[in-house]
């Protein structure tokens, strides 16, 4: 009998739900102390998961859910970048 592949899941600090890694997008700290989007989701440095939608993005942002799990203040830029790859599909 094949073994079956355990997915990792990971929590959106949006809506925390709990979701595949793979459904979400990582925003990373990293050990420089600058905050980017993980594109790879392998970076190096502290990281949060948001969903891949406006209205969590806005509760991340609104609650600041986003800069308690970073432990840092999120630059403006870093905003409409997140909310830039949500538009694009």
């Given at each position: 009998m094949p073994k079956v592949k355990k997915v990792p899941r990971r929590v959106c600090v949006g809506c925390r739900e709990m979701k595949p890694k793979r459904?979400?997008?990582?925003?990373?700290?990293?050990?420089e102390e600058s905050i980017e989007?993980?594109?790879?989701?392998?970076?190096?440095?502290?990281?949060?998961?948001?969903?891949?939608?406006?209205?969590?993005?806005?509760?991340?942002?609104?609650?600041?859910?986003?800069e308690r799990a970073l432990k840092q203040t999120i630059a403006p830029e870093i905003r409409r970048e997140l909310a830039e790859r949500l538009e694009r599909p």
């Open positions: 459904e979400l997008i990582r925003v990373v700290r990293t050990p989007i993980d594109h790879t989701g392998k970076r190096s440095g502290r990281g949060a998961y948001i969903c891949a939608s406006m209205e969590c993005l806005e509760e991340a942002i609104k609650g600041k859910r986003l």
